[in-house]
Structures are given as C-alpha cells and as structure tokens.
C-alpha cells in the first residue's frame, strides 16, 4: 500500500510560480513511476506528466511543455511538480498517482489512468488574471 499526500497548492497571479510536492510512505516509492493529473472545475481530468523511478521525463502533456517540470527525490519519498507562468486555465485540483514498474520501464504509449495503482487527494491550485 502506498498513501500520496499533494501540498504547495494555493492562490498565485498569473506569470506566477509554485511548486507542489507529493510526499509518499508505504512501500518503496523508487519501485513507482509517478504522474501528474489536474481536473478543472466542470472538466474530466487530464493528464500533466509522468516521470520513471529515475526521475526521467516519459510523457508530458503539450499544455505543460515548457512550463512544468517534474523532478522526485527518491531520499524524500516526494515527487515535485514546478510550474511556471501559470495561467488562469492552469486552474485546477492538481493530483499526482504512482504507478508500480520496474527499472526498465519505458512505455510505448501514454499509461492510462486505469494502470495507476494510488491516487493523491488533490491540492488546489487557483491563478487569478
């Protein structure tokens, strides 16, 4: 069993920064791939990015290129989302997800939601114009 608890989320004008972190206890987060997901009000959630046990960026949504970057620091237990100039529709309940693989993981195609193992409870995350 893995428990994900997201923080860092608040209030930030737009061309703001902030920096959320995923902090992990149970079983060995370095066995874990983990991701990054928001849900806007109103909206499905969608899929931000997604890094290996080694901190190697796999995917990253076209919306956060350039922007976001997602980093972990396997010694903490935590995953990090930074994001930069964030916009009002970057306005969203940010969760992160770990999903179990191995060493060699290198997925051909973009894991679907159904294939992450653990869920965050989400961190608001509000950019005001």
């Known amino acids: 069993q893995v428990q994900l608890v997201e923080s860092g989320g608040g209030l930030v004008q737009a061309g703001g920064s902030l920096r959320l972190s995923c902090a992990a206890s149970?079983?060995?987060?370095?066995?874990?791939?983990m991701g990054w997901f928001r849900q806007a009000p109103g909206k499905e959630r969608r899929f931000v990015g997604i890094?290996?046990?080694?901190?190697?960026?796999?995917y990253r949504a076209d919306s956060a290129a350039g922007r976001f970057t997602i980093s972990r620091d396997n010694a903490k237990n935590t995953v990090y989302l930074q994001m930069n100039s964030l916009k009002p529709e970057d306005t969203a309940v940010y969760y992160c997800?770990?999903?179990?693989?191995?060493?060699?993981?290198?997925?051909?195609?973009?894991?679907?939601?159904?294939?992450?193992?653990?869920w965050g409870q989400g961190t608001q995350v509000t950019v005001s114009s």
């Open positions: 997800a770990a999903r179990y693989s191995g060493s060699s993981y290198l997925p051909k195609d973009l894991p679907k939601e159904s294939e992450y193992n653990y």
């Open positions: 890094i290996s046990w080694s901190g190697q960026l796999l």
């Open positions: 149970g079983r060995s987060f370095s066995n874990y791939a």
